[in-house]
């Protein structure tokens, strides 16, 4: 796993995100790392639920939260991944940031709280400036949710 998350290169303008800025004590504050630094298509992350992201059901989480834990680390690897095809280190001019045009989740069994989720991404294409991630979360190797995301960069100011 590489040392330093994708998300803590992101420049000032681009780290407020709910979901993964750094620079939002507000936030959820997600990481998202290389799997292997020598296979830059696998990326992963980890977060633990508070008892306060609880959703309808008990001691389980709520479902905006799994769909944002999936966006933000979706967006992130396209970043990562695009950054690394073009042979640059993330956060270098021009920036590169990816948005969601399309997350489709299946939401395969409820979420707990209070224990380590972890997230996978694949990116299993990357043209121009559009990224496709399949993307997946579990907690204690059991899967929980699986997605998959289309993210577009944003054009350069």
């Known amino acids: 796993m590489s040392k330093q998350a994708f998300q803590d290169s992101y420049p000032a303008e681009f780290s407020h995100c709910y979901g993964c800025g750094h620079d939002n004590p507000h936030g959820l504050q997600l990481k998202s ?10 990326t992963v992350a980890h977060f633990t639920p508070k008892p ?28 990562a991944a695009a950054y690394f095809k073009e042979g640059r280190k993330m956060g270098t001019a021009p920036i590169l940031r990816f948005v969601t045009a ?3 989740i299946d939401f395969l069994r409820p979420t707990p709280i209070k224990e380590e989720l972890t997230l ?15 993307l997946s ?4 190797g059991e899967p929980c949710a699986t997605a998959t995301m289309i993210a577009v960069a944003l054009k350069p100011e």
Do not use: F, M
Not at 33 to 40: K, V
């Open 102 to 104: 399309s997350l489709s």
């Open 52 to 79: 306060y992201h609880t959703g309808g059901v008990p001691d389980k989480a709520y479902g905006g939260l799994i769909a944002s834990l999936l966006d933000c680390h979706g967006t992130a690897s396209a970043a």
């Open 137 to 140: 979360l579990s907690a204690n």
């Open 120 to 134: 996978y991404g694949e990116i299993t294409q990357l043209e121009g400036r559009k990224a496709t991630v399949a």
């Open 33 to 42: 790392y290389w799997l292997d630094e020598e296979d830059r298509t696998h």
